[in-house]
């Protein structure tokens, strides 16, 4: 019934994927003299992918059954940092410059085929490309006085992001074809100053201020083929629309940090402080990828980043127990929403005249829209605890819980979710979610549990076997806008050091009872989602290492000082 919105849903994805992966790490570090280190940091990792998936979606009375392959999708990242640490004067003031360059390269080719009982069919071939690199240099200054120790420092990062996807069909009998390339830059730059002062040998004070300023050019362009628009036979003819996006911004997150020393170890902290969090590169990506035949994901260019508002009140009593009351608020976060609306193929007749057409002469299918946005404010207060207890040589306990209070309260305007991209016939688009009823998020709120017990226990007298045992059981977990049932994990490790340390062998099980499925529901206005995920975490590995030189080769550990490679990984 074209006038009717479907009122269930449901969708079947099951999907095998196979990994190889390679890559290789080097540190060199080098003082031309004696006050001043030279170093280098580089590591490269190919990773090639290989998935399957099948999805089979029934709604309406119709089933569709899609078939998908990724027969390759090579991944190359390189990384780069190099230093140099220069020490001013023996009371240990430092200057550090650091820079760090990353480039990585995704190359994806998809394919789905689906088959639907009334003998239509579809076939996609989806291709793309995406390049990141990132580049940044940061100048630190750590400023030890006897009166007061100073850290501060200037910083400027450069984020390329291009990205081209392209997208072959031939839908009921028809080719399309339509292709995108998306450019995005973002250059930022920051200060920040630090002051930490000692008073009465047990009180600590520590006062913060990081500004930042950041400039966004985005530019898309898409190529549609003018039968999207019409629905007139495809003729080869393209209509390439072009949209940019720049913005400024900039932020001042200020931090406070107390912290008390009673006798015996125990320590009290009170420690406050604002964070930025930018979006990543897959949500910024604004490419249609069918998912299915029925299921499109897409990125937003448009998403800004959340920022979050944190106190934490922490004691320790320095024999085991650690307490922590927290409180986090969180604006403008990030999640995935998702929408129907109806795609309207021609089945038959394709040359009669658009006012002459009557409904016969279209199929609707409810197809499922699922992208990114800054749809939410939320609030979380809880108190996490932490107890662990050596109760001899061998063996060692830990317990741990956390329970909170989850409140979100949605932002979600559907006005810049959907929007007519085509010509619908009225009666279809009465049905269209967003233009007449309203797609709206309620608020979320209630409580999220977690409880993990541990163990680690040495198996021989000179402890080199050791037994690891943990156990994780979530209650109830609240992420975003979403609400996940009672799971749990289990992780079991049996490590053998020999040789001196320098062999070293490991055993792992982890979630070997399947008991890691996630059960999510999240409300709309006019439906509910209900996912059902079986992650397949549970895996068991073997591992060995060999450490040459063994004791006598000295380790060098320096904090590469970066903050947004991990916007590239793979979604």
Same mark, same amino acid.
């Given at each position: 019934d074209l006038h009717s919105f479907p009122t269930r849903r449901s969708s079947d994805l099951e999907m095998e994927q196979t990994d190889k992966n390679i890559g290789t790490n080097v540190s060199l570090?080098?003082?031309?003299?004696?006050?001043?280190?030279?170093?280098? &940091?580089? $590591?490269?990792?190919?990773?090639?992918?290989?998935?399957?998936?099948?999805? &089979?979606? $029934?709604?309406?009375?119709t089933k569709y059954s899609d078939g998908q392959q990724v027969p390759h999708s090579p991944s190359n990242t390189f990384s780069l940092t190099a230093y140099c640490d220069w020490t001013l004067d023996s009371l240990g003031k430092q200057l550090s410059l650091t820079f760090n360059h990353f480039k990585e390269n995704d190359d994806d080719i998809f394919t789905i085929s689906t088959s639907i009982p009334s003998g239509s069919y579809y076939r996609s071939r989806c291709s793309s490309e995406s390049d990141y690199l990132i580049r940044s240099l940061k100048l630190d200054f750590s400023l030890p006085f006897p009166f007061l120790t100073f850290e501060t420092g200037v910083a400027y990062t450069h984020v390329h992001n291009e990205a081209y996807v392209s997208d072959k069909r031939i839908l009921m009998g028809l080719p399309r074809s339509w292709s995108t390339d998306y450019d995005y830059q973002e250059r930022t730059k920051a200060f920040y100053l630090n002051a930490t002062k000692t008073f009465f040998q047990r009180l600590t004070a520590r006062a913060g201020l990081r500004f930042e300023w950041t400039a966004l050019r985005g530019r898309d362009r898409i190529d549609v083929p003018v039968t999207d628009l019409t629905y007139n036979p495809y003729t080869g003819t393209m209509l390439s629309m072009n949209s940019k996006n720049n913005r400024d911004y900039s932020k001042v997150l200020p931090s406070l940090l107390l912290n008390y020393r009673f006798k015996e170890r125990q320590q009290l902290s009170l420690n406050w402080y604002m964070g930025i969090s930018r979006p990543n590169f897959y949500y910024l990506n604004p490419f249609e990828v069918y998912t299915s035949s029925t299921s499109i994901k897409t990125g937003n260019p448009a998403l800004l980043p959340s920022t979050s508002n944190n106190v934490e009140l922490s004691y320790s009593n320095g024999q085991g127990l650690n307490a922590v009351l927290y409180y986090h608020h969180g604006q403008d976060m990030i999640d995935w929403i998702t929408a129907f609306h109806p795609e309207v193929y021609q089945q038959a007749n394709l040359g009669i005249p658009q006012e002459d057409r009557n409904y016969s002469y279209y199929q609707v299918a409810f197809e499922r829209e699922t992208r990114p946005l800054n749809c939410y404010d939320n609030d979380k207060t809880g108190l996490y605890l932490r107890f662990q207890h050596q109760i001899s040589p061998q063996l060692s306990i830990a317990a741990e819980g956390d329970i909170y209070y989850y409140s979100a309260k949605s932002l979600y305007d559907p006005s810049i979710f959907l929007s007519s991209h085509i010509d619908l016939p009225s009666k279809v688009t009465m049905g269209r979610i967003g233009e007449s009823e309203g797609v709206y998020l309620p608020d979320l709120h209630g409580w999220g549990k977690r409880l993990a017990l541990s163990a680690d226990l040495f198996l021989d007298h000179r402890h080199n076997l050791l037994l690891n045992a943990r156990y994780d059981q979530i209650f109830s977990e609240y992420v975003g806008l979403t609400k996940y049932d009672s799971y749990a994990n289990f992780y079991l490790a049996l490590r053998y050091s020999l040789l001196k340390d320098r062999l070293k062998l490991s055993l792992v099980a982890q979630d070997p009872f399947c008991q890691h499925i996630l059960n999510g529901t999240k409300d709309y206005f006019n439906h509910r989602d209900v996912e059902r995920l079986n992650p397949h975490t549970h895996y068991i590995s073997l591992t060995a290492t060999w450490s040459l030189g063994g004791k006598t080769v000295r380790r060098i550990q320096r904090d590469t000082k970066d903050t947004e490679t991990q916007r590239a990984e793979k979604q």
């Open positions: 570090r080098f003082m031309p003299i004696k006050n001043i280190e030279l170093g280098a &940091i580089a $590591s490269y990792r190919h990773q090639r992918s290989y998935m399957d998936i099948s999805d &089979i979606t $029934s709604f309406v009375g």
